[in-house]
């Protein structure tokens, strides 16, 4: 079992809302200096145009740091997780995260099917695990029928229980649904309460351990110590008054929340 950091983790510091934003190196360089061992560069776009010498400085940064390497973007058209698994092969990583549906390609479940089984040959190859998100726009049947059908140790999910709340999951049966197949776990935790005014709902982040997720559920159904599944930091923030306001409580939650996992997962 690992326990890092995503890109997620550094959304506002690594945004152009800030005046300076963070690199990719400083983020993976803070990874290190708060313990992380993992760190997931997750719908990060930008490295697709990354040259071999940036790559290569990347995967000498981490591996100096001893930091493992994940990556994440969205969609299974069988070209682009080519070019995804390329960037792997380069970045020493054996764990990519996706989605089904990127912008406007949204493939049927028999097509999702179709594209993932081409692309199984070099899963295998390449010894790279597939991680397959829960989130609103797929139902967890839908993406466990993908994935059982494949039926293969290549393929698997990435649980986020907290994205499946605005198609009105519950994240408890998320978790009873795809635990057997769980590769990868996207942790966050979130309040679903009405919002100001009492006209509607807002669905935001919080601390770990402050809010709705079943955080100890979560880690005694799915067992991440002893199956070794990462567990990857992420943040729902909302944008607080100003820029500092914004980047402090943000680093605040990540040095709370990797606290809160290593206290629970020891």
Same mark, same amino acid.
């Given at each position: 079992?690992?326990?890092?950091?995503?890109?997620?983790?550094?959304?506002?510091? /690594?945004?152009?809302?800030?005046?300076?934003?963070?690199?990719?190196?400083?983020?993976?360089? $803070?990874?290190?200096?708060?313990?992380?061992?993992?760190?997931?560069? &997750?719908?990060?776009? #930008?490295? $697709?145009?990354?040259?071999?010498?940036?790559?290569?400085?990347?995967?000498?940064?981490?591996?100096?740091?001893?930091?493992?390497? $994940?990556? /994440?973007?969205?969609?299974?058209?069988?070209? +682009?997780?080519?070019? *995804?698994?390329?960037?792997? $092969?380069?970045?020493?990583?054996?764990?990519?995260?996706?989605?089904? *549906?990127?912008? #406007?390609?949204?493939?049927?479940?028999?097509?999702?099917?179709?594209?993932?089984?081409?692309?199984?040959?070099?899963?295998?190859?390449?010894? !790279?695990?597939?991680?397959?998100? %829960?989130?609103?726009?797929?139902?967890?049947?839908?993406l466990m029928t993908v994935v059982d059908s494949l039926?293969?140790? +290549?393929?698997?999910?990435?649980?986020?229980?907290?994205? &499946?709340?605005?198609?009105?999951?519950?994240?408890?049966? !998320?978790?009873?649904?795809?635990?057997?197949?769980?590769?990868?776990?996207?942790?966050?935790?979130?309040?679903?309460?009405? #919002?100001?005014?009492?006209? /509607?709902?807002?669905?935001?982040? &919080?601390?770990?351990?402050?809010?709705?997720?079943?955080?100890?559920?979560?880690?005694?159904?799915?067992?991440? !110590?002893?199956?070794?599944?990462?567990?990857?930091?992420?943040?729902?923030?909302?944008?607080? %008054?100003?820029?500092?306001?914004? &980047?402090?409580?943000?680093?605040?939650? %990540?040095?709370?929340?990797? +606290?809160?996992?290593?206290?629970?997962?020891?």
């Amino acid at each position: 079992m690992r326990i890092g950091l995503s890109t997620y983790a550094f959304f506002w510091r /690594g945004s152009d809302r800030v005046e300076d934003p963070m690199s990719l190196e400083a983020m993976l360089e $803070e990874t290190a200096a708060l313990g992380g061992d993992v760190f997931q560069i &997750c719908d990060y776009p #930008a490295i $697709e145009n990354f040259d071999d010498a940036r790559l290569t400085q990347l995967r000498t940064q981490a591996e100096r740091l001893g930091v493992r390497l $994940e990556l /994440g973007t969205r969609g299974v058209a069988p070209d +682009h997780l080519d070019r *995804y698994l390329e960037l792997a $092969e380069r970045l020493d990583v054996s764990l990519l995260r996706s989605m089904l *549906y990127r912008d #406007a390609d949204r493939p049927s479940t028999e097509a999702a099917i179709r594209r993932l089984a081409s692309i199984l040959p070099r899963l295998r190859r390449q010894h !790279v695990t597939l991680a397959l998100e %829960t989130y609103e726009q797929v139902s967890v049947e839908d993406l466990m029928t993908v994935v059982d059908s494949l039926d293969d140790p +290549h393929i698997g999910v990435c649980l986020d229980p907290a994205n &499946c709340v605005a198609a009105l999951a519950l994240p408890e049966a !998320v978790i009873a649904h795809t635990a057997d197949r769980v590769v990868n776990l996207h942790v966050k935790d979130f309040h679903f309460t009405r #919002a100001p005014g009492w006209v /509607g709902f807002q669905l935001i982040g &919080c601390p770990l351990g402050e809010g709705q997720l079943p955080f100890d559920a979560m880690l005694e159904r799915v067992d991440p !110590v002893s199956r070794g599944i990462s567990l990857v930091i992420e943040h729902w923030l909302p944008w607080q %008054t100003d820029a500092a306001t914004t &980047c402090r409580l943000e680093s605040e939650w %990540t040095r709370h929340n990797l +606290h809160f996992l290593r206290s629970h997962t020891a």
